[in-house]
């Protein structure tokens, strides 16, 4: 009679081993993948959890393992010429993600100019945020950020003080970004047309992991 320690691993959904089973985790030579399962202890068996929960288990894998670093070497410019007349700027600028990387991001920094008359606002959108109006995704900010004296501003993208996320400033996690996805800047004209060049940079701080998932 077979011992429940030596009784083989079902490998097949839905198959359940026998009361008692527990699997052997003294398989050095063995190079199998196992079920992430809990132990039901009414039953006495145990039962596999769902495919997502080895889903999630692998993104927070992949945030442990960083590979490299996310700044400004990755950031863009856009630059809104002299005479653009108000309205949003039809030219964007995309930061992508290349191909077999995935980049958690903590911070994204929008920096404008000091400016007068016309006035250039700036955003971003995120592509892995649908939005059935915009192909590129949804805007960080619900509203365009800039004024005439220029600044700084930063999305923050992990959990951080209530207040900031109040501000529509933040979104309590770190943003992964898979192969392919894509930050699109673009500007809004106001107030009156430009009279002199506008330059908007967008740069993306965090790191890149090693890629588990697609």
């Not at 008692?20 to 039953?43: K, N």
């Amino acid at each position: 009679m077979m011992n429940p320690m030596q009784y083989p691993a079902p490998g097949y959904a839905g198959v359940r081993p026998p009361a008692g089973w527990v699997p052997s985790i003294d398989e050095p030579d063995r190079t199998i993948l196992r079920l992430i399962a809990v132990y039901d202890s009414e039953s006495g068996h145990w039962v596999g959890l769902p495919l997502q929960a080895l889903t999630e288990a692998l993104v927070h894998a992949e945030q442990l393992h960083s590979v490299g670093k996310i700044d400004s070497r990755q950031g863009t410019t856009l630059t809104v010429p002299s005479g653009s007349a108000v309205g949003v700027y039809g030219t964007v600028k995309e930061i992508e993600v290349p191909a077999d990387e995935v980049w958690f991001l903590s911070q994204v920094e929008l920096v404008t100019p000091a400016q007068s008359g016309g006035i250039v606002l700036g955003n971003f959108r995120v592509s892995p945020w649908a939005d059935e109006d915009h192909a590129a995704g949804q805007s960080f900010w619900a509203t365009n950020q800039g004024a005439a004296g220029g600044g700084i501003y930063v999305a923050e993208c992990y959990g951080c003080a209530p207040a900031f996320v109040a501000l529509g400033d933040a979104i309590g996690a770190v943003l992964r970004l898979p192969p392919g996805a894509k930050l699109t800047l673009f500007g809004e004209v106001t107030t009156a047309a430009l009279t002199a060049d506008r330059t908007l940079t967008l740069n993306p701080y965090g790191w890149k992991g090693k890629r588990l998932l697609d």
